[in-house]
């Protein structure tokens, strides 16, 4: 299902951006380790809701872009996946 306004709105608000057709939003760190921790996070949610994003991994960032390939577009999936990962942000792991 293609995801709603209201949804995009509440991502915007989060820093995500629509770009080329993918959900994307970077995330920055203090240090290498931290980036590390949050990638395998970020690897548990898209193994659990089988939504694998685009990565791009630096010393200090993390960039993640995502879209639905089956349906060649932003879904509601991505949605569900950029609040999860927004929630490892906010509370991350220890």
């Known amino acids: 299902?293609?995801?709603?306004?209201?949804q995009t709105q509440e991502l915007f608000s989060q820093n995500w951006k629509v770009e080329?057709?993918?959900?994307?939003?970077?995330?920055?760190?203090?240090?290498?380790?931290?980036?590390i921790k949050f990638s395998n996070?970020?690897?548990?949610?898209?193994e659990t809701q089988n939504h694998h994003p685009e990565m791009v991994?630096?010393?200090s960032q993390v960039l993640i872009s995502i879209n639905n390939h089956?349906?060649?577009?932003?879904?509601?999936?991505c949605y569900f996946f950029a609040?999860?990962?927004?929630?490892?942000?906010?509370?991350?792991?220890?």
Not at 1 to 6: A, E, L, Y
Not at 41 to 46: G, S, T, Y
Not at 70 to 77: F, L, M
């Open 20 to 35: 080329n057709g993918l959900l994307s939003k970077k995330f920055k760190f203090k240090d290498f380790q931290e980036v």
């Open 41 to 46: 996070e970020v690897f548990k949610i898209a």
């Open 83 to 94: 609040k999860a990962v927004d929630f490892i942000n906010i509370f991350p792991s220890i």
């Open 57 to 59: 991994i630096d010393h």
């Open 70 to 77: 089956e349906e060649k577009n932003i879904s509601d999936k």
């Open 1 to 6: 299902m293609k995801i709603t306004s209201t």
